[in-house]
């Protein structure tokens, strides 16, 4: 394809600079002018034939634009009409002629004067074809472009439709495209037609492309704009319905309070975008929508709980152990591992709450500590009940699905509680149980492992809870029927029972002052002697805590009250000798030491959940063919501990002198009194023996002898538990000498150091030993022991065996 041919014409003109305007030729336009080198340059136009160069300006801010600031190649133009405006500006109308080049600038001053050069082309029979093309596809595309650009309006579109010059034709489409200075120019520079068409339709298709892509936008934003619109118009209206109902702020009104709640607590980032969600479900609701009050209540909660607010912890040991020793006597276990608990925060300051287990019979302080713990660390306290407790929603909450779905008790306690940092009371976690709605005991496992529990999620909240500042307490009166995972979880600490003179210093330094001040009555008002309180303790309770005990004091205070009020006295003084007249007459006796020694008949040592008590058991021999007989409610480990010791009695039978065949020659009843009340344990395994050994042997048992402990077959003595409740029993019953296993030397120091004074303890390893202490006297002689180096002649020396008892004690 030929090249076309160009023509070229040069001329000298005016030029003038124009600022953010292409002038084109073909195109009729008017603009103003102010500057005065460009009205000298017009002036000059006006004084020859009317031509002026028009050419734009790279910068339209420059106001003094030199040589290189003016684009090369501008319009020939006619000016057709000249208006001077107030200010010393002139109004131009111009008319595009053709498009030239500066070849050079013949002067600056005062005025800019160019040569400038048109160049004309002329397509060659090839090109016409092509251009023909691109005139079509410029006018199709140009008319595509109008649709999107509504200020060109469809008279434009049909005057260019019209034009058959291809050259005319671009610059007429040009002038009307909205487009920057720098594309207009581009366009302006091209002499061409061909080369201009193939321009002008490549950004004609950008355009369309661009404005196709605004549309969409335009469209989306107005959507969006309708729909807050919309918006805004119903909650005026809403807005207008709640003033007339009374109802002034609405619900906008109560998402705004929430909103500045939650902008005045630092609630973290997940609290705070699950609010926003809520708030922004909350405004879509009626104000009577039922799923609106779950919202309410939903957010209530979570600005209701301490999520950053806690107590400053004291910690100071002193004033701890003056707290505690100033709310309770004894517990001696328990204040020592809250003090340590306190020594290590002082020397480490992030140590996890430990989670401590108070494991005791009811009555003994267990809950009732909880509370001096707290105001010794200035912890707030929370009290939580297990005690029946059988659904797991209970400790995790229930999901926001149900309906009166709540959060936990977990939850709710440190609501309550209004701090991050409380001491909260489990109290009776062993009552715990479980059915087809969840074990709640495997929920509190999270709970109570400080490596889990620093993000804990209640069901309803749906939100992590820091507990790992919660000092969890709990209490169990036993470990039964705790799960083994939670029981790993917490440190156990064992209380045991009072013994009588704590219970009496109880008594008198808290139970009486106590309840003297709730019932009125005025201090020096009423008085008690010891002796009546330690009446009131054996014979008027039977427990191994105090409350029964404070029931006691409390009907004697009533009956006081009615005294000083009815009799105008003005004090009273409880005696031993008037306790009966307050609460009639004495309930319960213990079994005291028998009188006098007797055949078959030896004193154990049980242990109860109320504490120790002393078991008599007695063994008859009857003629008969060898029967064992049980009797008195024995469980089935007493039972096998009876056929234990007469298995182990059978293989000594020569040894102790008792006839070979007894067994079957005798029927054996053994009987344990107060048959209506149920005894098991293993415990009672060389007292059971003891008594049989004494029946069949006829050797009375000493009355000042009780023993425990387990027997085998081949009569060794087994450790038991509960020593010290066992102990405080026989103390009771006024016996002097406990015969205890050898394993169980170690418990002696829970002891009271009181009762370890009075009472001579003999410790076993083999039925030898225990059978040389409680019979009165042998008619064996050189009994061998289980052990080598254990042969003491009971015969001989009977005080030996006493002697080397009280050499263990005192060591």
């Known amino acids: 394809m030929s090249e076309a041919r160009k023509v070229v014409k040069k001329q000298e003109l005016p030029l003038l600079p124009l600022r ?79 498009r030239a080049e500066i070849a050079e600038f013949t002067q600056t001053e005062p005025f800019f004067m160019a040569e400038v050069v048109e160049k004309i082309y002329v397509e060659d029979e090839d090109s016409k074809l092509e251009i023909e093309a691109l005139k079509r596809r410029v006018v199709s595309t140009f008319e595509e472009y109008s649709k999107y650009n509504n200020k060109i309006s469809p008279e434009i579109v049909l005057s260019v439709m019209s034009i058959e010059d291809p050259d005319q034709l671009a610059d007429i489409i040009t ?24 321009k002008l339709l490549e950004i004609i298709v950008k355009e369309i492309e661009i404005m196709q892509i605004e549309k969409d936008i335009n469209i989306k934003v107005r959507k969006q704009m309708d729909k807050m619109q919309k918006e805004y118009y119903l909650r005026e209206q809403l807005k207008v319905i709640q003033s007339e109902l009374g109802d002034k702020e609405g619900i906008t009104g109560e998402v705004e309070e929430y909103k500045r709640k939650l902008k005045e607590g630092n609630f973290g980032e997940e609290v705070e975008k699950k609010v926003l ?38 910690i100071d040991l002193e004033r701890a152990e003056a707290i505690l020793n100033e709310d309770h006597y004894g517990l001696e276990k328990v204040k020592e591992r809250i003090l340590e608990h306190l020594a290590v925060r002082m020397l480490k300051n992030d140590l996890r709450g430990p989670i401590l287990c108070l494991v005791g019979p009811p009555g003994v302080g267990k809950t009732s500590i909880a509370k001096s713990i707290a105001r010794a660390l200035n912890r707030n306290y929370v009290r939580m009940s297990l005690g029946g407790v059988r659904d797991e929603a209970e400790i995790r909450g229930h999901r926001r699905t149900y309906v009166g779905a709540m959060p936990g008790r ?92 704590e219970k009496v210093n109880i008594a008198i330094k808290y139970l009486f002052p106590k309840q003297v001040a709730e019932h009125g009555i005025k201090k020096g008002s009423v008085k008690i002697d010891e002796q009546a309180v330690r009446d009131i303790i054996n014979c008027y309770t039977r427990e191994a805590g105090v409350r029964d005990l404070e029931r006691q004091i409390a009907t004697i205070c009533r009956k006081v009250a009615k005294k000083l009020v009815s009799s105008k006295q003005q004090s009273v003084k409880i005696t031993s000798n008037t306790l009966e007249k307050y609460l009639g007459t004495k309930k319960y006796r213990y079994d005291k030491a028998n009188d006098k020694d007797e055949i078959g008949i030896a004193t154990g040592l049980a242990w109860t959940p109320v504490g120790g008590d002393t078991l008599s058991i007695e ?38 002198m008792i006839e070979k065949d007894f067994y079957n020659k005798y029927d054996i009843h053994i009987h344990v009194p107060e ?42 003595v087994l450790p038991i538990g ?3 409740e066992k102990v405080l029993a026989a103390n009771r019953a006024g016996i002097d000498t406990v015969i205890i296993p050898v ?10 150091e009181a009762v370890r004074k009075k009472i001579k303890f003999v410790v076993a390893e083999n039925m030898d030993t225990v059978l040389n202490t409680a019979l009165v006297k042998t008619k064996w002689r050189n009994i061998k022991s289980t052990k080598s180096d254990d042969k003491v002649d009971i015969a001989k020396n009977p005080s030996q065996i006493h002697d080397e008892s009280q050499q263990i004690v005192e060591q």
């Open 410 to 501: 977990i939850i709710s306690a440190l609501k309550q509680a209004g701090s991050k940092n409380p001491l909260i009371l489990l109290d009776e976690i062993d009552k715990m149980s479980s059915d087809f709605r969840g074990d709640p005991a495997s929920a509190m496992l999270e709970v109570l492992d400080s490596e889990q529990n620093f993000a804990f999620r209640d069901h309803y909240l749906e939100l992590p809870f820091d507990l790992s500042d919660v000092l969890f307490l709990t209490t169990a009166n036993n470990l039964d029927t705790i799960p083994r995972p939670l029981l790993d979880r917490m440190e156990v600490i064992h209380l045991t029972s009072y013994t009588e003179e």
């Open 722 to 724: 509960g020593l010290k």
């Open 20 to 98: 953010g305007l292409t002038v084109f030729p073909y195109m009729i336009l008017h603009f103003d002018v102010g500057r005065v080198k460009s009205i000298k340059a017009l002036e000059e136009a006006m004084i020859n034939n009317q031509l002026i160069f028009l050419v734009t300006q790279k910068d339209a801010k420059n106001d003094s634009p030199t040589v290189d600031d003016i684009y090369k190649i501008g319009t020939i133009s006619k000016v057709k009409q000249l208006l001077k405006l107030p200010g010393d500006t002139i109004r131009v109308l111009v008319e595009g002629i053709s």
């Open 619 to 656: 063994v008859n021999l009857m003629d008969g063919s060898g029967k064992l007989e049980l009797t008195g409610q024995l469980g089935d480990v007493m039972k096998e501990s009876a056929r234990a010791a007469m298995s182990f009695i059978r293989s000594r039978a020569e040894q102790y």
């Open 277 to 314: 969600k809520e708030l922004d479900r909350l405004l879509k609701m009626p104000s009577g929508s039922a799923e609106g009050a779950v919202i309410r209540t939903y957010l209530d909660w979570i600005f209701d709980l301490p999520w950053n607010k806690r107590t400053e912890e004291i």
């Open 675 to 716: 048959g209506a009340i149920p005894k098991d344990g293993p415990s009672a395994g060389i007292t059971l023996a003891t008594a049989m050994v004494s029946a069949l042997t006829g050797i009375p048992v000493k009355r000042n002898v009780a023993m425990t402990g387990e027997i085998t077959l081949r009569g060794r």
């Open 743 to 752: 394993d169980n030397k170690k418990d002696l120091d829970d002891i009271p």
């Open 175 to 198: 002038s009307n495209l909205v487009l920057k200075v720098e594309q207009k120019q581009e366009i302006l520079n091209e002499f061409q037609p061909k080369l201009r068409l193939e």
